[in-house]
Nanobody, 119 residues
Framework: QVQLVESGGGLVQAGGSLRLSCAASDRGYAMGWFRQAPGKEREFVADITGNGGSTNYSDSVKGRFTISRDNVKTTAYLQMNSLKPEDTAVYYC???????????????WGQGTQVTVSP
């Protein structure tokens, strides 16, 4: 079992920045960030391999968000710049993925952190 604890959410004006952190109780797994806005399904934001060598982003955040990790501290980060009101959501961290069908499925999830972007 891997425990994940997110932090860093909050309220920011459009155009501002936030950095989310996800502290994991174990190391070496691929990690991802997802988000869920009110009334919408959870969507993929970004992910990073266990060694940090490869990253992926959704088209909606590409060029504005950066995922990284510190394997010594077993922490993943999501640097969010040029935030827009449509980025408002609960952001979830996930770890250890498996390829199932046509996409990755993650085994462990954090409790989420709220990000609110005002116009």
């Amino acid at each position: 079992q891997v425990q994940l604890v997110e932090s860093g959410g909050g309220l920011v004006q459009a155009g501002g920045s936030l950095r989310l952190s996800c502290a994991a109780s174990d190391r070496g797994y691929a990690m991802g960030w997802f988000r869920q806005a009110p009334g919408k399904e959870r969507e993929f934001v970004a992910d990073i391999t266990g060694n940090g060598g490869s990253t992926n982003y959704s088209d909606s955040v590409k060029g504005r968000f950066t995922i990284s990790r510190d394997n010594v501290k077993t922490t993943a980060y999501l640097q969010m710049n040029s935030l827009k009101p449509e980025d408002t959501a609960v952001y979830y961290c996930a770890a250890r993925r498996r390829w199932v069908g046509l996409r990755y499925e993650y085994d462990f999830w954090g409790q989420g952190t709220q990000v609110t972007v005002s116009p």
